[in-house]
Nanobody
Framework: QVQLVESGGGLVQAGGSLRLSCAAS????????MGWYRQAPGKQRESVAT???????NYADSVRGRFTISRDNAKNTVYLQMNSLKPEDTAVYYCNADLVPLTSLGGRYYASKEYDYWGQGTQVTVSS
């Protein structure tokens, strides 16, 4: 059973910093792209930052220059360093991973196709 477990959210004053972590665990063959998304109350979920297995990154215009996404492939973990936080960054932050799980069949494990997995979300609140 594959799961993504996030940590690092919390309450911070405007201008402060937080670091989010998300670890993928379970029977995994390979983790491809990983990313962070957020959803504020009354708004749709939006992409914050993504990173490929090779390290190529993409950021939303609203966070570029303030947030940094990185990953540790050996640990199947993705990070989001958030600096210069603003009240408008307040949201539930979700980790996402495109990965190929290992499927058990007849006592052996096989790599299946790529699936999209989500973490449970972590609250980030920035006070003014």
């Amino acid at each position: 059973q594959v799961q993504l477990v996030e940590s690092g959210g919390g309450l911070v004053q405007a201008g402060g910093s937080l670091r989010l972590s998300c670890a993928a665990s379970g029977n995994i063959f390979v983790v491809n792209a990983m990313g962070w998304y957020r959803q504020a109350p009354g708004k749709q979920r939006e992409s914050v930052a993504t990173i490929t297995s090779g390290g190529s990154t993409n950021y939303a215009d609203s966070v570029r220059g303030r947030f940094t996404i990185s990953r540790d492939n050996a640990k199947n973990t993705v990070y989001l360093q958030m600096n210069s936080l603003k009240p408008e960054d307040t949201a539930v932050y979700y980790c996402n991973a495109d990965l190929v799980p290992l499927t058990s069949l007849g006592g052996r494990y096989y790599a299946s196709k790529e699936y999209d997995y989500w973490g449970q979300g972590t609250q980030v609140t920035v006070s003014s």
